[in-house]
């Protein structure tokens, strides 16, 4: 047997060696399905499978890319390149490219992103005259978006009359004239939004049988990862592929499908057996990510779900600490107990950021930990805010080389027509708008034949138009024959978009020419990588293709050993040796949008599901007593999510003091609280109505920190040793046993004491956490 196969246990084996045939691995978090699914395509290489018969799908490209990288090191460099392998949308985005004409697309189609089509389709209700209060540019979005995703096209929305209705029933009769003009925007741009890369692929399949035969053929062996992810769209592709080999493999877990609200449909898995005859099922029990504590606290949370497919997991794993449950008083000490718990953590235990997570349910979340991380010098990043080519200086390079590409393409060409300026202005450009309309060509078109058509605009106007169109036509002349790198940097400089920042000479000027620095070099390094590609276009329209499915989960700029921030959803699939995972509130998480069905709640479960079993070692929950949310101070109640945790995995220390992080509030606001009393308003009955205000007895056994002295109400935590500890002073720790103090520094929070103890290690302690006893 291969070496590398050693690694796997007899139950992730058995799908890995299977070659042949529909099979399915359902297994819960961390038992091993994406190991399962790498070691199965070197399996399958070592068998004499062309790699290029290849084909898997992933939910991030950094998944795909960590999955290649692990093949490559089993099998190979050459033979991994040539793997099909990436998230539904960059391997099916590749395609289209190959067949765009079947489809009546340019091959050089333009990929919007969710804000090129937000402003399409703002753009789209204004020029309709309707009120944008009920037209709600981001509410239409996720609407038509829902409709490609069920594969409804506009002819078939208007074929269905309850879906007019509905829309008609909701104030928003044109919902469905919005969509036609969204599509025939796109279409006339050449563009795709995300949506189209599914919609479209499936349109090719079903259209023209030759092509289905095509790729069928081309893919004899399909795997997928997270496939309880997939949503209608996604699934036909997958079935249509599969269709003639029907060597499909899938790896998932019912209970970690936490994407319904995108149109994820957890049938798909249960419906996997019934879709293909002589379906392989195997299942894997055997958790190797967390401690027995973790796997144990979430299978007692995940059991309340009803709608779940019965599943063991269980660890061989150490039993490991409990999971620590702390109360704050508001989102601001949660984010200092964030920090500081880190802080003392990587003190004592030798820990890097980069051991710790921190998810929460929402991004507004982040502010408060972010706050408190830098007061605290302790390296972070963000996930899955504005990713790197998002920002406006970037996106306004990249529209430049949009243009280039794809002159029609209407959202770059809005972008950058007017900036830097050049006296174009906005009722110039609608008039354009109007005129593209009318004459069903692109606004490029109008600019390029402005002398032969009734567009009015004055003469003045006219000439920087025609500067304009001429500027863009030399790039394209030039994009002939220069590579991306050396077109994008003549592009910065002859637009003047480098000389428009400077000028601006404030820190955000800098920040931003900075920022178009790092593009160039990324379109340099990009450029370099691809040397083999002889045709500079293709290098040009392949890294646009990069940058539009690039998510911020896929950048790896920055010092890698950072706290990592992010949101429960973008977890997924990831681990970490520590986890907090905070506001743990009622009406946040559960989400207050989420409380009306119990599909809905279970959905939010499993979410917590996914949370908890992204830590290894230790997870932490937090949650506050009062949160800012939208501009006021709202009261919180405990998620009943923790409450379903059964109690033995739990340890719940709140002294009311030691979460004191802020001396300055007064201890008052604590109202009834008594301290050492932790209080659960619990649904009264598992009907999910919203919490009574009933006290109930002490859910969880409370464990005070022995040596920690009460604090009194003007003081901080951090007090606790002024003016008593001193050079000299024999004192005695929790942990390390006696020492000596040899030196003192730092003021406040930060107060911190060099101490040598008995066993001759020198320690530097926080003093609010070091648990010491003057003796
Ligand atoms: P999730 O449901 O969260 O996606 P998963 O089922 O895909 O999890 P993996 O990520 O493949 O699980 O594995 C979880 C962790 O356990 C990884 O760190 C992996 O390397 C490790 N692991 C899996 N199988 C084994 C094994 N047989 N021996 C040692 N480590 C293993
Ligand atoms: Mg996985």
Same mark, same amino acid.
């Given at each position: 047997?291969?070496?590398?196969?050693?690694?796997?246990?007899?139950?992730?084996?058995?799908?890995?060696?299977?070659?042949?045939?529909?099979?399915?691995?359902?297994?819960?978090?961390?038992?091993?399905?994406?190991?399962?699914?790498?070691?199965?395509?070197?399996?399958?290489?070592?068998?004499?499978?062309?790699?290029?018969?290849?084909?898997?799908?992933?939910?991030?490209?950094?998944?795909?890319?960590?999955?290649?990288?692990?093949?490559?090191?089993?099998?190979?460099?050459?033979?991994?390149?040539?793997?099909?392998?990436?998230?539904?949308?960059?391997?099916?985005?590749?395609?289209?490219?190959?067949?765009?004409?079947?489809?009546?697309?340019?091959?050089?189609?333009?990929?919007?992103?969710?804000?090129?089509?937000?402003?399409?389709?703002?753009?789209?209700?204004?020029?309709?005259?309707?009120?944008?209060?009920?037209?709600?540019?981001?509410?239409?979005?996720?609407?038509?978006?829902?409709?490609?995703?069920?594969?409804?096209?506009?002819?078939?929305?208007?074929?269905?009359?309850?879906?007019?209705?509905?829309?008609?029933?909701?104030?928003?009769?044109?919902?469905?004239?919005?969509?036609?003009?969204?599509?025939?925007?796109?279409?006339?741009?050449?563009?795709?939004?995300?949506?189209?890369?599914?919609?479209?692929?499936?349109?090719?399949?079903?259209?023209?049988?030759?092509?289905?035969?095509?790729?069928?053929?081309?893919?004899?062996?399909?795997?997928?990862?997270?496939?309880?992810?997939?949503?209608?769209?996604?699934?036909?592709?997958?079935?249509?592929?599969?269709?003639?080999?029907?060597?499909?493999?899938?790896?998932?877990?019912?209970?970690?499908?936490?994407?319904?609200?995108?149109?994820?449909?957890?049938?798909?898995?249960?419906?996997?057996?019934?879709?293909?005859?002589?379906?392989?099922?195997?299942?894997?029990?055997?958790?190797?990510?967390?401690?027995?504590?973790?796997?144990?606290?979430?299978?007692?949370?995940?059991?309340?779900?009803?709608?779940?497919?019965?599943?063991?997991?269980?660890?061989?794993?150490?039993?490991?600490?409990?999971?620590?449950?702390?109360?704050?008083?508001?989102?601001?000490?949660?984010?200092?107990?964030?920090?500081?718990?880190?802080?003392?953590?990587?003190?004592?235990?030798?820990?890097?950021?980069?051991?710790?997570?921190?998810?929460?349910?929402?991004?507004?979340?982040?502010?408060?930990?972010?706050?408190?991380?830098?007061?605290?010098?302790?390296?972070?990043?963000?996930?899955?805010?504005?990713?790197?080519?998002?920002?406006?200086?970037?996106?306004?390079?990249?529209?430049?080389?949009?243009?280039?590409?794809?002159?029609?393409?209407?959202?770059?060409?809005?972008?950058?027509?007017?900036?830097?300026?050049?006296?174009?202005?906005?009722?110039?450009?609608?008039?354009?708008?109007?005129?593209?309309?009318?004459?069903?060509?692109?606004?490029?078109?109008?600019?390029?034949?402005?002398?032969?058509?009734?567009?009015?605009?004055?003469?003045?106007?006219?000439?920087?138009?025609?500067?304009?169109?001429?500027?863009?036509?030399?790039?394209?002349?030039?994009?002939?024959?220069?590579?991306?790198?050396?077109?994008?940097?003549?592009?910065?400089?002859?637009?003047?978009?480098?000389?428009?920042?400077?000028?601006?000479?404030?820190?955000?000027?800098?920040?931003?020419?900075?920022?178009?620095?790092?593009?160039?070099?990324?379109?340099?390094?990009?450029?370099?990588?691809?040397?083999?590609?002889?045709?500079?276009?293709?290098?040009?329209?392949?890294?646009?293709?990069?940058?539009?499915?690039?998510?911020?989960?896929?950048?790896?700029?920055?010092?890698?050993?950072?706290?990592?921030?992010?949101?429960?959803?973008?977890?997924?699939?990831?681990?970490?040796?520590?986890?907090?995972?905070?506001?743990?509130?009622?009406?946040?998480?559960?989400?207050?949008?989420?409380?009306?069905?119990?599909?809905?709640?279970?959905?939010?479960?499993?979410?917590?599901?996914?949370?908890?079993?992204?830590?290894?070692?230790?997870?932490?929950?937090?949650?506050?007593?009062?949160?800012?949310?939208?501009?006021?101070? +709202?009261?919180?109640?405990? %998620?009943?999510?923790?409450? #379903? $945790?059964?109690?033995?995995?739990? =340890?719940?220390?709140?002294? &009311?003091?030691?979460?004191?992080?802020?001396?300055?509030?007064?201890?008052?606001?604590?109202?009834?609280?008594?301290?050492?009393?932790?209080?659960?308003?619990?649904?009264?009955?598992?009907?999910?109505?919203?919490?009574?205000?009933?006290?109930?007895?002490?859910?969880?056994?409370?464990?005070?920190?022995?040596?920690?002295?009460?604090?009194?109400?003007?003081?901080?935590?951090?007090?606790?040793?002024?003016?008593?500890?001193?050079?000299?002073?024999?004192?005695?720790?929790?942990?390390?046993?006696?020492?000596?103090?040899?030196? +003192?520094?730092?003021?406040? %929070?930060?107060?911190?004491? #060099? $101490?040598?103890?008995?066993?001759? =290690?020198?320690?530097?302690? &926080?003093?609010?956490?070091?648990?010491?006893?003057?003796?």
């Amino acid at each position: 047997m291969e070496k590398y196969l050693s690694q796997l246990n007899e139950a992730q084996l058995a799908p890995t060696l299977q070659k042949d045939g529909p099979m399915i691995v359902i297994a819960g978090a961390g038992s091993g399905k994406t190991r399962v699914l790498t070691f199965r395509i070197a399996y399958l290489m070592s068998q004499g499978i062309d790699p290029f018969n290849i084909l898997a799908l992933t939910f991030t490209n950094k998944a795909a890319r960590e999955m290649k990288g692990r093949i490559a090191s089993i099998v190979g460099d050459s033979e991994a390149k040539n793997l099909w392998m990436g998230t539904f949308h960059s391997v099916f985005a590749k395609i289209l490219r190959i067949e765009s004409d079947r489809l009546g697309y340019p091959s050089n189609f333009t990929i919007y992103d969710t804000q090129d089509s937000d402003r399409l389709i703002s753009s789209i209700i204004k020029e309709m005259g309707l009120d944008k209060d009920v037209y709600k540019y981001k509410q239409i979005r996720s609407r038509i978006s829902s409709y490609k995703n069920s594969l409804i096209t506009v002819k078939a929305y208007f074929n269905n009359p309850e879906l007019m209705e509905a829309d008609a029933a909701a104030r928003r009769p044109r919902i469905g004239e919005i969509y036609q003009n969204y599509v025939e925007r796109c279409f006339k741009a050449g563009a795709m939004d995300f949506d189209d890369l599914l919609l479209k692929t499936n349109e090719l399949l079903t259209r023209f049988p030759d092509v289905l035969a095509k790729y069928q053929d081309r893919f004899r062996y399909i795997l997928v990862d997270e496939y309880q992810d997939t949503n209608h769209s996604q699934y036909l592709i997958v079935r249509a592929l599969a269709d003639r080999f029907h060597n499909i493999c899938v790896v998932g877990d019912d209970a970690q499908s936490i994407y319904a609200f995108r149109g994820a449909n957890i049938s798909n898995i249960l419906n996997f057996q019934r879709d293909y005859d002589d379906v392989k099922v195997f299942r894997l029990e055997q958790n190797y990510r967390s401690t027995k504590n973790i796997v144990n606290a979430a299978n007692s949370v995940i059991d309340k779900n009803q709608n779940k497919l019965d599943k063991i997991v269980w660890t061989a794993n150490e039993e490991g600490p409990k999971i620590k449950v702390n109360r704050l008083m508001t989102d601001g000490d949660e984010g200092r107990y964030v920090a500081s718990t880190i802080f003392e953590a990587k003190m004592q235990h030798q820990l890097q950021s980069q051991d710790f997570a921190v998810l929460y349910r929402t991004n507004a979340q982040s502010r408060a930990i972010e706050d408190a991380l830098r007061k605290r010098d302790i390296n972070y990043r963000i996930y899955g805010g504005l990713s790197f080519y998002q920002r406006k200086e970037i996106k306004d390079v990249l529209s430049y080389l949009r243009l280039i590409l794809n002159p029609a393409d209407e959202e770059a060409l809005k972008r950058i027509i007017n900036f830097p300026a050049r006296g174009i202005g906005q009722t110039t450009l609608d008039r354009l708008v109007v005129a593209a309309n009318a004459y069903d060509i692109s606004i490029f078109d109008v600019i390029r034949r402005i002398d032969e058509l009734d567009v009015k605009v004055n003469s003045g106007t006219r000439n920087k138009l025609k500067d304009f169109a001429t500027m863009t036509e030399s790039f394209q002349v030039m994009n002939a024959n220069a590579n991306a790198f050396e077109l994008a940097e003549h592009v910065v400089k002859v637009t003047g978009l480098i000389r428009e920042f400077k000028k601006d000479g404030t820190p955000e000027g800098i920040a931003k020419m900075e920022n178009i620095e790092e593009l160039l070099n990324g379109i340099k390094d990009f450029v370099e990588g691809q040397v083999e590609v002889a045709d500079a276009t293709a290098s040009l329209s392949e890294f646009l293709e990069d940058v539009a499915l690039a998510t911020d989960l896929d950048s790896d700029k920055g010092d890698p050993n950072h706290v990592a921030l992010m949101t429960i959803h973008l977890a997924k699939g990831l681990e970490f040796p520590h986890v907090f995972i905070v506001g743990m509130e009622e009406d946040l998480f559960p989400s207050a949008m989420s409380m009306n069905t119990r599909s809905e709640l279970e959905e939010e479960r499993r979410l917590f599901y996914v949370a908890l079993t992204r830590a290894e070692k230790q997870a932490y929950l937090t949650y506050t007593l009062s949160r800012y949310r939208w501009g006021k101070l +709202i009261d919180a109640e405990p %998620s009943r999510f923790i409450e #379903e $945790i059964d109690e033995q995995y739990l =340890d719940v220390i709140t002294p &009311l003091q030691e979460q004191r992080f802020n001396p300055m509030l007064d201890a008052s606001i604590f109202g009834d609280i008594e301290p050492n009393k932790v209080r659960f308003a619990k649904p009264k009955s598992p009907k999910l109505q919203k919490k009574s205000n009933q006290k109930k007895a002490e859910p969880f056994k409370i464990s005070t920190p022995k040596k920690l002295k009460p604090v009194t109400k003007s003081k901080g935590s951090s007090n606790l040793f002024d003016g008593k500890l001193a050079v000299g002073n024999i004192v005695n720790h929790q942990r390390f046993g006696r020492g000596e103090v040899l030196k +003192i520094e730092g003021v406040g %929070s930060d107060l911190k004491a #060099e $101490i040598k103890f008995k066993n001759g =290690d020198t320690k530097k302690l &926080l003093l609010r956490f070091a648990k010491l006893e003057i003796l």
